[in-house]
T-cell receptor, first 110, second 117 residues
Framework: EDQVTQSPEALRLQEGESSSLNCSYTVSGLRGLFWYRQDPGKGPEFLFTLYSAGEEKEKERLKATLTKKESFLHITAPKPEDSATYLCAVQGNRDDKIIFGKGTRLHILP | DTEVTQTPKHLVMGMTNKKSLKCEQHMGHRAMYWYKQKAKKPPELMFV???????INESVPSRFSPECPNSSLLNLHLHALQPEDSALYLCASSQEGPVAGNTDTQYFGPGTRLTVL
């Protein structure tokens, strides 16, 4: 069965304190791994799609990386406006649906 | 432009009411999705329309009835809902949809916050 596990569940950082969020996955043939940002009461905002191990993508203070077992979302010098829940999802060959992890709630303190 | 719009933003309804949620995208995407999301949980897939045909129904109760009038519009008709159906309902769209071997990024709308009394 395809599975996605995100850690930590919640993370509090000081402004400027860099860190990484983890997404571990088990999937039968990875077609794509997706990162989304979600603010409370709003829809997920697309950040990145990664397709194969070794791939990296960057957007402002965020950088996503992918290995055969996990993905990291690195946040460099975060600001309070980066506070949100970050969702990871995967799509495998077994199923056409995407499987979401439970998310990491990130809180950046000013 | 990667915008998906949803109306209304908020909806309060009684258990005997009939209401509809609406979703629209103008990105030329051929697949549209309905998800349900409870607080502090990930989105749960309900329905997928691909090329205006229902391709996935995740065993959703019949009190939820989807409709895809054209490739840009998606509705979710609600009837005789229960209080436990209160949630954030999300619409998403993607270029092609669940085609075997395809990797298809989904773009989400802002959601409709539904409260059933």
């Amino acid at each position: 069965e395809d599975q996605v596990t995100q850690s930590p569940e919640a993370l509090r950082l000081q402004e400027g304190e860099s860190s990484s969020l983890n997404c571990s996955y088990t999937v039968s043939g990875l077609r794509g791994l997706f990162w989304y940002r979600q603010d409370p009461g709003k829809g997920p905002e697309f950040l990145f799609t990664l397709y194969s191990a070794g791939e990296e993508k960057e957007k402002e203070r965020l950088k996503a990386t992918l290995t055969k077992k996990e993905s990291f979302l690195h946040i460099t010098a975060p600001k309070p406006e980066d506070s949100a829940t970050y969702l990871c999802a995967v799509q495998g060959n077994r199923d056409d649906k995407i499987i979401f992890g439970k998310g990491t709630r990130l809180h950046i303190l000013p | 432009d990667t915008e998906v719009t949803q109306t209304p933003k908020h909806l309060v309804m009684g258990m005997t009411n009939k209401k509809s949620l609406k979703c629209e995208q103008h990105m030329g995407h051929r697949a549209m999705y309905w998800y349900k999301q409870k607080a502090k949980k990930p989105p749960e897939l309900m329905f997928v329309y691909s090329y205006e045909k229902l391709s996935i129904n995740e065993s959703v109760p019949s009190r939820f009835s989807p409709e895809c009038p054209n490739s840009s519009l998606l509705n979710l008709h609600l009837h005789a809902l229960q209080p436990e159906d209160s949630a954030l309902y999300l619409c998403a769209s993607s270029q092609e949809g669940p085609v075997a071997g395809n990797t298809d990024t989904q773009y989400f709308g802002p959601g409709t916050r539904l409260t059933v009394l």
